[in-house]
């Protein structure tokens, strides 16, 4: 299994900024495609951000564009959640996972670890 471990949630203003990464276990991350998801208590997991292997394009979903970005730091092998503009619905735990698909889609992602959790409140 493609394991991952999260960190660097914590409390944030609304309108403020976090950045929080994720490390893989055992693996290179320019090989696979990664996705960062996010989950509030009783609600499903929902996608945020997703890396594409085959051509290392990243598409958003509609309610982080232009607010959140995911850079990829190939020489620390660690990926990241750039979170501006922060908003108190953004509050939730997020996960990252990866998959051994190229051009995946949403459900190709299956494998998670403990997540960081996200508080944005004044």
């Known amino acids: 299994q493609l394991q991952m471990t999260e960190s660097g949630g914590g409390l944030v203003q609304p309108g403020g900024s976090l950045k929080i990464s994720c490390t893989p276990s055992?693996?290179?991350?320019?090989?696979?495609?990664i996705a960062w998801f996010r989950q509030a208590p009783g609600k499903e997991r929902e996608g945020v951000a997703l890396?594409?292997?085959?051509?290392?394009?990243?598409s958003y979903k509609d309610y982080v564009k232009g607010r959140f970005t995911m850079p990829l730091d190939n020489a620390k092998n660690t990926v990241y959640l750039q979170m501006d503009s922060l908003k108190p619905e953004d509050s939730d735990v997020y996960y990252c996972?990866?998959?051994?698909?190229?051009?995946?889609?949403?459900?190709?992602?299956?494998?998670w670890g403990q997540g960081t959790q996200v508080t944005v409140s004044s």
């Open positions: 890396f594409r292997g085959t051509d290392a394009t990243i």
């Open positions: 996972s990866a998959s051994r698909f190229l051009q995946p889609i949403w459900a190709d992602f299956d494998t």
């Open positions: 055992g693996f290179k991350l320019g090989l696979y495609s």
